[in-house]
């Protein structure tokens, strides 16, 4: 499976959406779909099924949470 069919897939399901439990239920925060093996959906709470759906494999997803947790993008939000 490629990005495309990636993104056709997450982007059709309704179920399976999450987000963080640190965003205390509010709506201006991203959810992620892992129904899909080997993919990650990520898309904007705010507008739930109508967010466009970023996809990303495995390996790029635990590559941008391991930059995460390394600090990596720690005070860049101006």
């Known amino acids: 499976m490629d990005h ?3 993104r056709h897939a997450l ?3 309704v179920a399976g959406w999450c987000k963080a439990s640190a965003s205390q239920g509010q709506n ?3 959810e992620f779909n892992f129904d899909v093996a080997g993919w990650v959906g990520v898309r904007d709470s705010k507008l739930g099924h109508d967010s ?3 996809v990303f494999n495995r390996i ?3 590559a941008m949470l391991a930059g995460a947790r390394a600090g990596e993008f720690d005070g860049r939000i101006q």
Do not use: K, Q
């Open 11 to 13: 982007s059709g399901l």
């Open 60 to 62: 790029e997803f635990e």
């Open 4 to 6: 495309t069919e990636a």
């Open 52 to 54: 466009e759906v970023l």
């Open 28 to 30: 201006g925060c991203f």
